[in-house]
């Protein structure tokens, strides 16, 4: 078993090379590091006041504005 892993490693070196996850420490004072954590990456707020009403007024309207536009074009008079 040990002799077929070694066959490998030695059959192609260089997929052993690029196999380095590591990388390098952040470095904090440059001027490209963001911050870190959760809802850190949102482009908006989720713990405001109106958020959740926001969110779901947002959500009704997207789901119910197609179902508006078909009641309304069915209900509307024909030329």
Same mark, same amino acid.
């Given at each position: 078993?040990?002799?077929?892993?070694?066959?490998?490693?030695?059959?192609? +070196?260089? =997929?052993?090379?690029?196999?380095? /996850?590591?990388? =390098?420490?952040?470095? /904090?004072? $440059?001027?490209?590091?963001?911050?870190?954590? +959760?809802? $850190?990456? %949102?482009? /908006?707020?989720? %713990?405001?006041?109106? @958020?959740?009403?926001?969110?779901? $007024?947002?959500?009704?309207?997207? @789901?119910? %504005? +197609? @179902?508006? %536009?078909?009641?309304?074009?069915?209900?509307? =008079?024909? +030329?």
């Amino acid at each position: 078993m040990m002799s077929r892993a070694a066959f490998r490693v030695a059959a192609n +070196p260089a =997929t052993v090379a690029r196999r380095g /996850f590591q990388s =390098t420490r952040a470095q /904090f004072a $440059s001027p490209y590091h963001y911050p870190e954590g +959760p809802r $850190s990456n %949102l482009p /908006f707020n989720p %713990l405001s006041k109106w @958020f959740a009403v926001k969110y779901w $007024s947002y959500c009704a309207a997207g @789901f119910g %504005l +197609p @179902f508006g %536009l078909a009641v309304w074009q069915t209900k509307k =008079t024909k +030329p």
